[in-house]
Nanobody, 123 residues
């Protein structure tokens, strides 16, 4: 499985950004997610979705971020609205080839990671 993020950049607070993650090598069952790491901070989970379509979100992004998968074109997307400066950091997409309980607080269980993309939110 190979993952490549794109779509990062700088946006003003209150703005929106959509991050695609190109995925090659899908497995039958899977859990995929978006994670982020701010400078000097630990990596944290943002959102996950599994092969049944169940999506889960970290509390601070609920109602602002949406994780989705374009099954025809394959990218995993993260739509981010009402962005805040604290949403900034390096965003990573990740994959594991089994479903289980798919949640943003399980980053240690993901097998494959993208290289990351920078998102900066200016106030």
């Amino acid at each position: 499985v190979q993952l490549v993020e794109s779509g990062g950049g700088e946006v003003q607070a209150g703005g929106s950004l959509k991050l695609p993650c190109a995925v090659s090598g899908y497995t039958r069952f899977w859990c995929m997610g978006w994670f982020r790491q701010a400078s000097g901070e630990e990596r944290e989970g943002v959102a996950t979705v599994d092969s049944d379509g169940m999506a889960r979100y970290e509390d601070s992004v609920k109602d602002r971020f949406t994780i989705s998968l374009d099954r025809a074109e394959n990218p995993l997307y993260l739509q981010m609205n009402s962005l805040k400066p604290e949403d900034g950091g390096i965003y990573y997409c990740a994959h594991r080839p089994w479903r289980g309980y798919c949640s943003p607080d399980q980053d240690q269980e993901f097998s494959y990671w993208g290289q990351g993309i920078q998102v900066t939110v200016s106030s």
